[in-house]
């Protein structure tokens, strides 16, 4: 039965379906504006139940004991799961955040292979036997946390999801998944589609509700072992100096504000496009989006003339409209945030080079659309350039020579991501090696794999997500020795 306004979307805790009737919140479609449905909010005793539920599903021998290659095939049938419900996945994630639904489809796809990619290193993943040092034998032992909290945002809910639960579950943990309030849905359909697979109940349980109530409460609790948290930078703050509070380890993948990097020798068709991508896809709202533009001096107006035509270009539409390349933004406040901070950016000067205002026509009017944002003129010390928009609004700014781009491009309190275009591959290298980021792409944008470590530098994180060793992520070693 298709979901009405009034329908109450329950919670998953050990297995049991559970709805909250007392203050559910509304899931609006941010394309619309039409509430979606309703979600129910956890109780103080719902999270309680939620953590103590899943220390008991840990405990069990059914799920401690079991055999990495036995796990692997749990995950490998929740990716058969994801994949054969990937319409629904999508739709969800579509009208709960606006994504295109082309881009939507994608991250199904890639949030199966991420359960997929940790199946084989579930079974796969050696310790080690460490050098002696003495007559005995010693090795290297991991094991599970016991109960892991995973917290993930709005903007790419699919993979982040399944970025934080696979690994965590191959690792051997319980896991409570706390998706944000705008995009809830996706991760009550992973939590079904995990208990098809075999996954036993309460190893996986999903807790909806704010993030200010429900997720400070699961990361003070104190039979929360470890927290995964992908999110704004403000918010992972509180939850580090929470866990710092109890001495618990977290994994933390905050905001950017990453640097595109243009030398004049790039080919500048394939920059061009891998700049539009890289601030427009998503409407902006990624983390490691190139938000701030860096054009050699040389070639700086003839490029940015390009790329501004091209943006003027794109086509703003319904989610699911035939050729739409960019949706809304994923709700109303948070356009509200992006057109002050756009205000804020022509008062301190900027020029307004595309954008800067909601679309035309009455078909989008409704939706928290914006149109894709230029700005050029500003200084280093604007506030646009210096702090995430998370939205679709790019900084032009110029460069003389290496030394001053990448003063330039350090000069951040972030340090997620950042792109170069260059022909000279020295070059490249040198560069790559001076900026302060957790992912350096040359001549390319964007390109993910769930194969190579994730993170950032400085206030862009702690901790690394992805490869092998984010399973290791949801681990702690023990050194065991035997006397010979």
């Not at 997929?116 to 796969?124: L, Q, S």
């Not at 309030?181 to 996954?199: D, F, K, N, Q």
């Not at 769930?450 to 993170?455: L, Q």
């Amino acid at each position: 039965m298709a979901d009405t306004p009034d329908t109450l979307k329950s919670m998953l805790i050990g297995g049991q379906w559970i709805a909250q009737e007392v203050s559910p919140f509304e899931s609006i479609n941010p394309a619309t504006g039409a509430r979606n449905y309703l979600i129910s909010a956890a109780s103080d005793a719902q999270v309680d139940q939620a953590v103590d539920t899943a220390w008991q599903a840990q405990r069990q021998a059914a799920w401690r004991n079991m055999l990495p290659h036995q796990r692997a095939a749990i995950l490998r049938r929740i990716a058969d799961g994801m994949d054969a419900n990937a319409s629904v996945l999508a739709r969800l994630q579509m009208i709960e955040n606006g994504k295109v639904w082309a881009e939507c489809k994608a991250q199904v796809a890639s949030a199966a292979a991420t359960f997929r990619y940790y199946a084989g290193v579930c079974e796969t993943l050696c310790a080690e036997v460490t050098p002696p040092r003495g007559n005995y034998l010693s090795m290297t032992h991991y094991e599970p946390y016991g109960v892991v909290v995973a917290i993930t945002p709005w903007n790419s809910p699919l993979t982040m999801e399944a970025q934080k639960v696979a690994p965590a579950l191959a690792a051997g943990n319980a896991v409570i998944l706390k998706p944000s309030e705008v995009t809830s849905s996706p991760a009550l359909v992973l939590g079904r589609i995990a208990l098809e697979a075999g996954l036993p109940p309460g190893i996986l349980n999903v807790v909806t509700g704010l993030g200010s109530t429900v997720g400070r409460r699961l990361v003070e609790h104190p039979g929360v072992r470890m927290v995964s948290f992908t999110g704004g930078t403000a918010s992972g703050r509180a939850i580090a100096h929470a866990a710092a509070e109890k001495l618990m380890p977290v994994a933390l993948e905050l905001g950017g504000k990453s640097p595109h990097i243009v030398f004049a020798d790039a080919d500048q068709d394939a920059a061009i496009d891998g700049v539009i991508g890289g601030i427009f896809e998503g409407s902006g709202q990624s983390c490691v989006a190139g938000s701030r533009l860096y054009v050699q001096r040389s070639i700086a107006e003839s490029f940015i003339a390009k790329l501004v035509a091209r943006a003027g270009q794109l086509k703003v539409g319904l989610p699911d409209a035939e050729g739409a390349q960019m949706g809304p933004i994923a709700s109303f406040a948070h356009r509200g945030r992006i057109e002050s901070m756009v205000e804020t950016a022509r008062r301190e000067g900027a020029q307004v080079l595309t954008g800067g205002e909601r679309p035309d026509g009455a078909a989008l009017s409704a939706g928290a659309f914006y149109r894709p944002t230029v700005l050029g003129g500003l200084s280093r010390e604007a506030q646009a350039v210096r702090e995430e928009i998370f939205g679709p609004v790019l900084c032009a700014l110029t460069f003389d020579d290496e030394d001053d781009l990448v003063e330039q491009a350090n000069d951040s309190a972030y340090g997620l991501a950042s792109g170069i275009w260059t022909a000279d591959y020295r070059r490249a290298w040198r560069v790559a090696g001076r900026l302060e980021a957790g992912s350096v792409w040359i001549n390319t944008y964007k390109q993910l794999s769930i194969s190579t470590p994730f993170g950032g530098f400085k206030q862009s994180g702690i901790g690394r997500e992805k490869g092998a060793s984010g399973l290791r992520l949801y681990q702690q070693s023990k050194g065991i020795y035997f006397g010979m």
